[in-house]
């Protein structure tokens, strides 16, 4: 079994920064992308940022400039550094990777329990 486990969530005023973490760990071959998705209380969970096995990152708009997405491939760890954060940026962020398991080419899909971030106005 795999678990990702993030951390670094917290209450923040707008125009500060926080860095979440998420590490993986389990029966682990190679991990392809690990991404960060965000869901707001009656919202649809959507993506924040992505970074490819090859280091290749993406962004959604509304983050664009302000977040950075970051791997340690060694520890199994993606960061995600928040600044300038704003009130919209409020809600629950989920950890995902998509990994490949010791044996085999399937991939497969993991979810973080996810941690709170909370930008007050």
């Known amino acids: 079994q795999v678990q990702l486990v993030e951390s670094g969530g917290g209450l923040v005023q707008a125009g500060g920064s926080l860095r979440l973490s998420c590490a993986a760990s389990g029966s682990i071959f190679r991990i392809e992308v690990m991404g960060w998705y965000h869901q707001a209380p009656g919202k649809q969970r959507e993506l924040v940022a992505m970074?490819?096995?090859?280091?290749?990152?993406n962004y959604a708009d509304f983050v664009k400039g302000r977040f950075t997405i970051s791997r340690d491939n060694p520890k199994n760890t993606v960061y995600l550094q928040m600044n300038s954060l704003q009130p919209e940026d409020t809600a629950v962020y989920y950890c995902?990777?998509?990994?490949?398991?010791?044996?085999?080419?399937?991939?497969?899909?993991?979810w973080g329990q996810g941690t709170q971030v909370t930008v007050s106005s």
């Open positions: 995902n990777a998509v990994i490949q398991r010791p044996g085999g080419t399937a991939k497969y899909d993991y």
């Open positions: 970074i490819t096995s090859g280091g290749n990152t």
